[in-house]
């Protein structure tokens, strides 16, 4: 008995100590090869001056980032979105607890900092609340009452995969919130959840176009005949690519998305930079007179600002016509808004960030006597409720986010949104990995976290003393500016008066 396990001991050892000699040899063999590859192949510096070791850089160059997000980086210090960002969402959108212990970790003296400026003396019984609608479009046929301030942004289907449309437009009917399609046209899956729907006409009218790339009429009553699209949102521009139009890359356009797009599949679907018929102020307000002539529909338009001094003109130009003719909304977006793919000089460095833009926005429109007409949605990282609750006393009438929610269906960051090889499933059309994102749970996620920013969007409007969050103005914030000393809103962007 015993030799025969020690025997088979033996057999054992052998057996490793072969596995491993093959193992020594393989790799020794691919070190050559790889060695000689390198070597002897033009396209890398590096890989050519040092065989094999050179190697390590490009595979830790990829490693990094993954290391940085999970090791080394601290709680406030990734771009876009910190891990204290991304983490309030998460909790949020899992409705699990987002109170903190022993302090705050933020730094309240970096400039850009808001603080709200409470009052002494809060209600006692009465908390604040967003429980009002607001009316968009009063002079269409069909106005637009919006149960909710906070609203999903416009992401395509193309960018976001159908498992994520689907928890999405179930999400904000749970939620009582507008889901805005993006420019990709509108799918089954933004209807499917039964929600709000606010259609975005993008350069290339993906589902309301003719043969030649223009509005077809035709296409857009139909659309406007279901009773689940509310409001019509044309397209500018967008913060992450002013001046250029949106791109899909060829390997996310599918069959489906194709035939919904009305494009050929397999091949990437690039939008015009802006709209053919949209070359001036007039243009413009001749656009949204037509869509909403035929819609009957809500319709305004959505753009990142860079130059302003034509705010003025536009508003001139819609009292010239009278208040009927001005767009029922104006969406600001960010200059640091998201996007599922875009050049980064763009993204990084054209437009101005919402923080200026909207105050500059709301201060033409105030001015113009036009405050009251147009409504004013923003949109640019507004996924905390410190920062949503800045924007509305910065004068916005709703907040959208598109992130935002990428984070409550369990987005992480990966930043591959482009590479069809989202590892979370949101903006992959890969099957395998779509697998991971189950509408239904996804969905509740969805409108956990939009629940709970409303509400600590609420906490702090009642710290204020106001009865709801559109009460905020700009004298309940300060921001911190150079040197660590913080400005009220009112001082930094006075209000201005009407003319
Ligand atoms: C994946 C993805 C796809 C987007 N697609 C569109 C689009 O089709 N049309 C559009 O106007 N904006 C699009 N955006 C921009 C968002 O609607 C929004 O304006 C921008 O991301 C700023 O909001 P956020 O900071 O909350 O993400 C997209 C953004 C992302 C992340
Ligand atoms: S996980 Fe990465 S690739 Fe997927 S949506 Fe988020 S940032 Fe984009």
């Known amino acids: 008995m015993n030799d025969t396990i020690s025997a088979l001991a033996i057999d054992f050892i052998a057996v490793i100590g072969l596995l491993l000699l093959l193992l020594i040899v393989g790799g020794l063999i691919a070190a050559v090869v790889m060695y000689q590859v390198d070597k002897r192949q033009t396209a890398h510096t590096i890989r050519r001056n040092y065989p094999l070791l050179g190697r390590f850089r490009y595979l830790f160059e990829s490693l990094g980032e993954f290391f940085r997000q999970y090791f080394f980086a601290m709680d406030r210090e990734e771009m876009p979105f910190n891990r204290a960002q991304r983490s309030w969402v998460y909790r949020a959108a899992k409705n699990i607890d987002n109170t903190v212990a022993f302090g705050s970790t933020r730094d309240l003296r970096r400039p850009g900092t808001y603080y709200f400026l409470n009052c002494p003396f809060p209600t006692l019984s009465e908390d604040a609340a967003a429980t009002q609608s607001l009316r968009i479009g009063p002079y269409c046929r069909e ?203 763009l993204m990084d460095s054209v437009g101005l960030p919402l923080r200026e833009s909207l105050p500059l926005l709301v201060n033409k429109l105030h001015q113009h006597g036009l405050r009251n007409r147009i409504r004013v949605i923003a949109s640019g990282k507004l996924i905390n409720p410190t920062d949503v609750a800045a924007a509305l006393c910065l004068g916005a009438d709703f907040i959208v986010t598109a992130r935002g929610f990428m984070f409550a269906l369990g987005c992480i960051q990966a930043m591959q949104c482009n590479k069809n090889t989202c590892p979370t499933g949101i903006t992959t059309h890969d099957p395998k990995l779509q697998k991971g994102l189950v509408p239904e749970v996804k969905a509740e996620r969805v409108a956990h976290f939009h629940r709970n920013l409303v509400h600590e969007v609420e906490l702090i409007a009642h710290a204020c003393g106001v009865a709801e969050p559109r009460q905020l103005k700009r004298e309940h914030a300060a921001i911190v500016v150079d040197g660590g000393n913080s400005v009220p809103l009112n001082i930094l962007y006075p209000e201005s008066s009407p003319r």
């Open 143 to 345: 106005p637009y009452d919006a149960p909710s301030l906070l609203n999903i942004s416009g992401m395509s289907f193309g960018a976001l995969s159908r498992p994520a449309v689907k928890a999405l437009s179930r999400g904000a009917a749970i939620a009582g919130c507008w889901m805005n399609t993006g420019e990709g046209g509108l799918s089954p899956y933004h209807l499917e959840g039964g929600c709000d729907i606010v259609f975005q006409i993008g350069t290339a009218k993906y589902g309301v176009r003719d043969e030649n790339g223009r509005l077809d009429d035709q296409k857009l009553t139909r659309i406007a005949a279901l009773p689940q699209v509310r409001m019509f949102e044309i397209k500018l521009s967008q913060g992450a690519k002013p001046g250029k139009g949106g791109i899909l890359p060829g390997d996310k356009v599918n069959e489906e998305i194709a035939a919904i797009r009305g494009i050929p599949a397999g091949q990437a679907s690039v939008s015009p930079n802006r709209h053919p018929e949209i070359g001036s102020i007039d243009e413009l307000l001749d656009f949204v007179a037509h869509v909403r002539d035929v819609s009957g529909k809500p319709v305004g338009f959505k753009l990142v600002l860079g130059t302003t001094d034509w705010l003025d003109r536009f508003c001139e130009a819609v009292n010239q016509r009278g208040s009927e003719a001005a767009p029922d909304f104006i969406t600001l977006d960010s200059a640091d808004g998201g996007t599922g793919a875009a050049p980064m000089p």
